[in-house]
């Protein structure tokens, strides 16, 4: 056999080869998992569901020492305004003038000269500059001056928080949700 003829072969079979892999190789099946279709993307919660949230647990760990208890909890019908009602009067929390990059979590000792009280988990967070966070009322429904409307700040019982619940956690990232659909300033990352 000659040489030419051997040649020949060779590319006849190589031929063959690269036709048997083309027609039994996917097109997709090389692709990485990168590239295949996702899902369908996750569910947002609505303001109802964000609300319902944050009410229960505002209820559920409340302080009870009838000075900082939550005794009712209530949003607008256009989920901007966040009343809290508390034994000296209420509180309107304006969701949509808020700066979620602000939201610090303490634990605050509300005993008083008078009566020792149980330590508090007390969320603070700051207006968008210019607006206020809140406006608080005494029971007599008259603006009390004395509460500084630069930030609002939201108490719970820290002792009726579960250890190792993630409740902080989660009741931050439900609170910058609802603080984002009402209008008011979003989550950024000042760092990236």
Request: charged share 20%.
């Amino acid at each position: 056999m000659n040489q030419v003829e051997r040649r020949a072969g060779w590319s006849l079979a190589a031929g063959i080869c690269v036709a048997v892999l083309a027609i039994t190789a996917h097109p997709c099946s090389g692709q990485s998992d990168a590239h295949k279709k996702k899902g369908p993307p996750p569910h947002e919660p609505t303001s109802a569901e964000l609300f319902d949230y944050i009410h229960g647990v505002m209820l559920a760990y409340s302080p009870a020492d009838e000075v900082n208890d939550n005794l009712e909890i209530s949003i607008d019908p256009t989920a901007t305004v966040l009343t809290i009602k508390q034994p000296d009067g209420h509180c309107d929390i304006f969701l949509n003038a808020l700066d979620s990059n602000t939201i610090v979590w303490d634990v605050y000792d509300a005993s008083d000269s008078m009566q020792t009280r149980s330590p508090l988990a007390r969320l603070t967070v700051n207006a968008i500059a210019g607006k206020r966070a809140r406006t608080c009322y005494d029971t007599d429904n008259n603006v009390d001056p004395s509460t500084p409307s630069t930030r609002a700040r939201i108490l719970f019982s820290w002792t009726l928080i579960p250890d190792g619940s993630g409740f902080q956690t989660k009741f931050t990232k439900a609170l910058k949700k609802l603080i984002k659909i009402s209008g008011g300033m979003t989550e950024k990352d000042i760092f990236k």
